[in-house]
């Protein structure tokens, strides 16, 4: 099992969300690149939150916290898809991206473009703010335009009933709903706890 882990956007939760997943399947963990925090990068957070015995190095570690494209530019280094290769485990793999499917890693690829490239199937986070539903229907477009399979849209925190309906209704049946409790502050043990309550529905 290899699964990107992709969003709506930028600071939605997709690391929390990664870790609960690498602790439910027991998983290897892949980032494949990180722009800025390289004193406490995803994966040390994943190695800090999960029992994960195998965080994979970066492909691309950038100095700046921006957009990979800006932050490669500052550093004179052009990100190349041919750069990136995935893992070669027989453990499950949880693979990371950075912000949503639009991200620019150079000024014509973009974060759909390594989704595409590494030939996984894709997780989508999403959660609930005052556009969401739009963020939301267009990163489930933008997949389906690119026969990228979606199979779990991550509903991260609580949702209204009518957003949830909307988002959840615009996805295909082949697409199964995880659902992750509201974690403010995450530790290992809440991690954890998650993991054990995740429950994995068909719609």
Request: charged content about 25%; hydrophobic content about 40%.
């Amino acid at each position: 099992m290899k699964l990107f882990i992709t969003g709506i956007g930028t600071e939605i939760g997709k690391t929390v969300c990664s870790a609960i997943l690498v602790q439910y399947f027991k998983a290897e963990y892949w980032k494949p690149v990180q722009s800025g925090d390289l004193h406490h990068t995803d994966s040390h957070k994943i190695e800090a939150w999960t029992d994960c015995e195998n965080c994979y190095p970066e492909t691309y570690r950038l100095q700046l916290a921006a957009s990979p494209h800006q932050s490669a530019r500052e550093e004179n280094i052009k990100i190349s898809l041919d750069e990136f290769h995935l893992p070669e485990t027989d453990h499950p793999l949880i693979i990371e991206g950075a912000g949503g499917l639009m991200v620019p890693l150079s000024d014509h690829t973009f974060m759909i473009d390594l989704i595409e490239k590494l030939h996984l199937p894709a997780a989508l986070v999403v959660r609930n703010y005052l556009g969401c539903i739009n963020h939301s229907l267009l990163s489930i477009m933008a997949l389906q335009q690119r026969n990228i399979q979606l199979d779990f849209l991550i509903l991260n925190g609580f949702f209204p009933e009518d957003t949830e309906r909307v988002i959840c209704g615009f996805v295909g049946e082949k697409t199964k709903i995880i659902r992750i409790p509201e974690i403010e502050n995450p530790e290992k043990e809440q991690i954890k706890t998650a993991a054990k309550q995740l429950t994995i529905t068909k719609l």
